[in-house]
């Protein structure tokens, strides 16, 4: 028996088109897209043979919303930071000062300028690492911005500039690492065919790991 709560809480989509389109959205809402003249029986039958993958599609969306909530400003409130538990404490005036594991910011202060400092914190992580590894590779070192962008965690343009997301400041510094060193293997190679992954791969043997760090914790994107 299919478990009816799928289909209940299901939205569905019709159109003129042959095949069943399954998808699971951000806040863990089963959209399902349909023919026109599918029957109620039809789509229990398609939807049991998914009902495995649907689930565990939804409890990932759960489980990634649990560990990366949006952070709401509040004292006490916690959030990575360079892949490390940090502590939100709100304190009276303005600025910010940054302890291990704690983050002190004046109450004065908004989202917009935290978003500030945090870029602060990691402009100079991603300059020395796009130095180091430029070096490493033997590249002329690129100009460099941090981006506004939550898309994408890094980019390099037809001239060789680099940019990356400033919500990487919330990622281990290996992951981290790993952009960087993605980002530079363009300038010489902008496809992804197998020898841009070997040019990786001779960089950083482990790159699979890092990669699938930002995967399993995409939402960090959204922590502000």
């Known amino acids: 028996m299919i478990d009816q709560s799928l289909l209940k809480n299901a939205r569905i989509i019709q159109s003129w088109r042959r095949s069943i389109g399954f998808e699971v959205c951000g806040d863990g809402t089963l959209v399902l897209r349909i023919p026109y003249g599918f029957s109620r029986r039809q789509l229990e039958q398609v939807v049991a043979k ?23 400003l509040e004292e006490g409130e916690t959030f990575l930071l360079f892949g490390q538990d940090c502590t939100l404490h709100r304190q009276l005036g303005k600025g910010f000062r940054l302890q291990p594991g704690n983050l002190f910011m004046g109450l004065e202060e908004t989202r917009e300028s935290l978003v500030r400092f945090l870029i602060q914190q990691l402009a100079p ?43 990487l400041v919330f990622c281990p510094r290996e992951v981290i690492a790993y952009v960087v060193v993605h980002e530079l293997c363009h300038i010489r190679n902008m496809s992804h065919n197998k020898a841009f992954w070997l040019s990786v791969a001779r960089i950083l043997p482990d790159y699979r790991e890092r990669e699938k760090w930002l995967k399993v914790h995409r939402k960090v994107m959204s922590t502000l």
């Open 50 to 72: 998914k009902e495995s993958w649907i689930k565990r599609a939804q409890e990932k969306v759960h489980r990634e919303q649990s560990e990366h909530r949006t952070l709401e």
């Open 125 to 167: 992580v991603l300059f020395e690492m796009v130095s180091r590894y430029a070096s490493l590779m033997g590249l002329p070192l690129p100009r460099v911005k941090c981006s506004r962008a939550r898309s994408r965690w890094g980019y390099c343009n037809y001239k060789g500039e680099l940019g990356f997301s400033w919500p």
